[in-house]
């Protein structure tokens, strides 16, 4: 009598197809719920980040206190750039602050951003857009840019890149060498404040308590009325007389 003998994987694949269909069924079920599940979490968390800046035009900002935006700023390959070479007339050749349209109160955003040789600039946020006001940093606070071996700011603490200026230093040098793209992120959240420039961690405090009122009244905003005291408010970016370019902004509500 002739023996076949069937192989351990080839029964252990025949006790699988052969198994219960309703067994089967609810197996491919789970797989399926899981996968679609994990797929609309990624679409949701895609659709979350709204981007500020479409690579192509300035729809979505203009001049603080205006209702366009100055020729001095520039959109060119995808970047939006101060062009500061006519710095004789620094303010009224086209330039000033610009805002975006949109407020925001909790939020996670993110820019990528390169300052020219011996420039400052910076991001200001929390910012009220009011004929009270004269500029966005009366109200708004500023994770600040800079050459930070050519700038004269570079030389004191609370005013180099990556620093919430004149009130924080950064924990530590995260910038990029002059001319080199760099990539920030500010994250607020119920009243806790977190900067980082490169991955790094540069800030992280606490707004609106005790030690709060006690940082701004150590600085040069001490006599501003209303600085650092709005949980929303507006993003602008600086026009500091210096050409500055960014890319890639985008943020998304907490």
């Not at 198994?19 to 789970?30: F, L, R, V, W």
């Not at 994990?38 to 900002?61: K, P, R």
């Not at 993110?110 to 600039?121: E, L, P, R, V, Y």
């Not at 180099?160 to 200026?165: E, I, Q, S, T, V």
């Amino acid at each position: 009598m002739k023996i076949t003998l069937i192989p351990i994987t080839t029964l252990a694949i025949l006790s699988t197809t052969c198994g219960s269909p309703n067994s089967n069924d609810s197996q491919k079920d789970t797989v399926t719920v899981k996968m679609e599940t994990e797929m609309a979490q990624t679409n949701n968390n895609e659709s979350e980040w709204i981007s500020l800046f479409d690579g192509e035009s300035l729809e979505g900002w203009t001049n603080y206190n205006k209702n366009s935006v100055g020729p001095a700023w520039k959109v060119e390959k995808g970047v939006l750039y101060l062009d500061a070479s006519n710095k004789e007339n620094w303010q009224s050749n086209g330039g000033g602050d610009i805002v975006t349209d949109e407020t925001f109160e909790d939020f996670h955003f993110k820019i990528d951003w390169k300052i020219s040789q011996n420039g400052n600039s910076g991001i200001i946020f929390l910012v009220q857009e009011s004929e009270e006001f004269d500029f966005p940093w009366n109200t708004g606070l500023e994770y600040q840019i800079l050459d930070n071996d050519g700038h004269p700011d570079g030389k004191i603490k609370s005013h180099r890149a990556g620093d919430l200026y004149d009130l924080i230093e950064s924990s530590e040098e995260a910038a990029n060498p002059v001319g080199e793209w760099n990539h920030t992120e500010i994250i607020l959240k119920d009243g806790k404040l977190d900067f980082y420039l490169n991955g790094v961690n540069t800030v992280s405090t606490n707004l609106w308590d005790e030690s709060w009122k006690n940082l701004i009244d150590n600085s040069k905003f001490k006599d501003m009325k209303g600085f650092g005291q709005y949980q929303k408010g507006k993003i602008a970016l600086q026009d500091h007389g210096n050409t500055v370019w960014f890319k890639n902004i985008k943020i998304k509500r907490l």
